[in-house]
């Protein structure tokens, strides 16, 4: 064989090898250059985004209640649904009560977790400080928006409040509504809404969200204001303080009745779990009991009516 077909023999032999060699070469740099180019997007493409990953494994307050075994109740103090003794740090209150209740029914260790004030409670729910504000929570459309509440316990009843020498509503309480007419109430209070609704001729004077009932019925008794919106129970305890002050308009039913509540983080199953405790305590009686030890003579809130009840 001639010198020049050993030659073309060996470079036919050496090209498959040769341009698989140059194959896998290039794709080795091609894929170096992709991962160093666009590290993100080849991730992209093999994993799902952070935040999902996130969102999947984020633990729901059902989740954690029922890995505890304990429901971490935030509180306001608020008579008479929560006390807190100062000497002895122990609570009691219809809420409490309830609360406990929920316990036992449920099988669940009750915490009282995070004393909080009516402006944050929403948040702490929101971010996880508690699993359930347990306390007579109103059920109100501005904060239905991000929150949700387990079945009512009991109704709480607002009165109008005026000066006990001031007879000028007592027989029409439309003649609160004229321009002359001072209403009373703090920036972002229920009172507020009920005012511009039901008396929107009066002259409202909002004092800001710092301000306590005290400080509204104080107005009205010192004769800086001439109405107050009050829940029964809050007026109750300031009368028994502050005997011959005030007084609530003899009417024929409550201005407003909201339902008490606990609410909780916009939780389906949680608040499943929490309504079934309520529903059983509510329908054998104990809801009651509770309130009788608090409001034996009926007059601060208004009773879930049970089944075959008279």
């Not at 999947?56 to 209640?65: G, K, N, P, S």
């Not at 109750?236 to 005997?243: I, K, V």
């Not at 809801?287 to 009840?309: F, Q, S, W």
Request: hydrophobic share 40%; with cysteine; aromatic share 8%.
């Amino acid at each position: 064989m001639s010198s020049r077909a050993r030659g073309r023999r060996r470079r036919f032999n050496m090209r498959p090898l040769t341009w698989l060699v140059v194959v896998l070469a290039a794709v080795v740099t091609g894929y170096a250059g992709a991962r160093l180019a666009a590290p993100q997007a080849v991730e992209g493409m093999n994993s799902p985004p952070a935040a999902a990953v996130q969102a999947a494994v984020r633990e729901t307050a059902y989740d954690r209640v029922m890995r505890t075994n304990t429901l971490r109740c935030g509180y306001i103090l608020y008579e008479p649904f929560v006390r807190k003794d100062p000497n002895s740090g122990k609570f009691s209150g219809i809420a409490v009560d309830l609360a406990e209740e929920i316990g036992r029914v449920a099988d669940l260790k009750i915490e009282w977790t995070d004393e909080v004030g009516w402006g944050t409670t929403v948040e702490g729910l929101k971010t996880g400080r508690y699993d359930a504000l347990c306390v007579g929570f109103w059920r109100l459309p501005t904060e239905g928006k991000h929150v949700f509440y387990t079945l009512p316990f009991s109704y709480s009843m607002v009165d109008v409040l005026t000066r006990a020498d001031d007879t000028r509503f007592d027989a029409d309480l439309a003649l609160i509504n004229q321009p002359d007419i001072r209403i009373i109430s703090a920036d972002g209070r229920e009172d507020s809404i009920i005012a511009r609704r039901d008396f929107p001729k009066a002259k409202l004077t909002e004092l800001s969200n710092l301000a306590g009932d005290s400080d509204l019925m104080e107005s009205v008794a010192s004769g800086k204001a001439d109405i107050s919106f009050q829940e029964a129970a809050t007026f109750e305890r300031y009368l028994a303080a502050n005997p011959d002050k005030l007084k609530k308009l003899p009417l024929p039913a409550p201005l407003r009745v909201y339902q008490n509540t606990f609410a909780l983080p916009q939780d389906e199953k949680l608040k499943s779990m929490l309504d079934t405790a309520i529903n059983v305590i509510v329908e054998n009686g104990g809801m009651d009991i509770m309130l009788d030890k608090y409001d034996p003579g009926r007059k601060l809130l208004l009773r879930i009516k049970r089944p075959g009840a008279n």
